[in-house]
């Protein structure tokens, strides 16, 4: 019989877990201290718990953990791109990404992806399958067993993968995340991004979570969308964004939008303009970013006078927007491009 995997229970499940060892439902508390507090790598070392009780988690559940195929640190400013491999020999990318303030980490939520975003490295090599909770909290571990002097602060659901498309091992892991038994993060910390899967989205306004929501945008034009976020010709921008409205009635938070900019492409004070008039009146601020060139496409970022314009443009139209500076792009950061480099 196959082990079970201890770290993709919820809090729940391994107190039920526990309580059918015969041990004490409050156990599971000091299991996920262990594990995610500490990241115990085997029930030898949760000292607290007597012995015949940890004999019987040994023998009933297995701790995984994900194994290093790469990594490469930006001289730049201290990024860090790790590629993982996974049991059954899969491969996920995780960044660190330091600053004086935070230090953040952008997780993957599945192998591959269904939704061949343009900018995104990871689309050329399609999906594969969900990663799995433990999975996703081995991202974490693995960061910060290996940065101990740096606090981790905040978590993004921006690496592989669509994180509403793998929705209850992400939400699960969210509340692992924030647990204060598990990583202790605070929810309003955490980011998940989303390309526009509007059942996830009205789904995900009713968890009475404070996560923040990001949305992919890109552009606000239909047909152009839809080139750039094929997932736009199943959830039109006019779907979206009455959407995107309700979850702010819902939740009254502030939504993000991301928006890659892409010469020639999206990134016109016209584009800007039309952008200003699909947001006005919205509770949301827009995160700009030059696009990162990556390996499997042939597009590139406008100049800086060009992003200037499209930035002055939309402020001029008072829209809340943010030029974010691209992290990591002296060691290929942008999602997927590790990954391109082994495969």
Not at 180 to 187: L, S
Not at 207 to 212: A, I, T
Not at 270 to 278: F, P, Q, V
Not at 324 to 330: A, L, N, P, Q, V
Request: net charge positive.
């Amino acid at each position: 019989m196959d082990k079970i995997d201890i770290k993709s229970l919820s809090k729940r499940e391994l107190e039920g877990l526990l309580a059918g060892l015969g041990g004490e439902r409050y156990r599971s508390g000091q299991v996920c201290r262990w594990l995610y507090g500490r990241g115990a790598r085997s029930f030898d070392e949760m000292t607290d718990l007597n012995a015949r009780l940890r004999e019987k988690l040994k023998a009933k559940c297995r701790i995984t953990h994900v194994s290093l195929l790469d990594s490469k640190r930006s001289h730049a400013d201290g990024t860090t791109k790790y590629l993982f491999k996974l049991e059954d020999s899969s491969s996920i990318e995780t960044v660190f990404i330091p600053e004086k303030s935070r230090n953040t980490i952008c997780l993957s939520s599945q192998v591959g992806c269904k939704f061949g975003c343009l900018f995104c490295a990871s689309a050329p090599f399609g999906f594969v399958r969900n990663l799995k909770v433990s999975e996703m909290l081995d991202e974490v571990l693995f960061v910060k067993a290996h940065n101990p002097g740096s606090r981790i602060s905040n978590i993004v659901f921006m690496g592989i993968g669509e994180p509403f498309d793998n929705y209850d091992n992400v939400m699960n892991a969210i509340r692992a995340l924030n647990d204060k038994d598990g990583f202790d993060i605070g929810a309003r910390k955490i980011t998940v991004s989303t390309c526009g899967i509007i059942p996830a989205m009205e789904r995900f306004a009713k968890e009475g979570l404070q996560v923040e929501l990001s949305v992919s945008l890109h552009s606000a034009d239909n047909a152009t969308r839809s080139k750039i976020v094929p997932v736009n010709k199943k959830y039109p921008l006019s779907d979206l964004l009455e959407a995107c409205r309700e979850y702010v009635e819902a939740t009254n938070r502030i939504i993000t939008f991301e928006y890659v900019l892409i010469d020639g492409v999206n990134a016109s004070e016209e584009d800007a303009h039309k952008l200003a008039k699909l947001l006005k009146g919205m509770k949301c601020k827009v995160n700009v970013i030059a696009y990162n060139q990556i390996k499997a496409g042939d597009y590139s970022a406008p100049s800086v006078e060009k992003t200037a314009l499209f930035m002055r443009a939309l402020k001029g139209r008072r829209i809340k927007a943010m030029l974010r500076k691209s992290r990591g792009e002296d060691i290929d950061a942008g999602c997927g491009q590790l990954r391109i480099s082994k495969l």
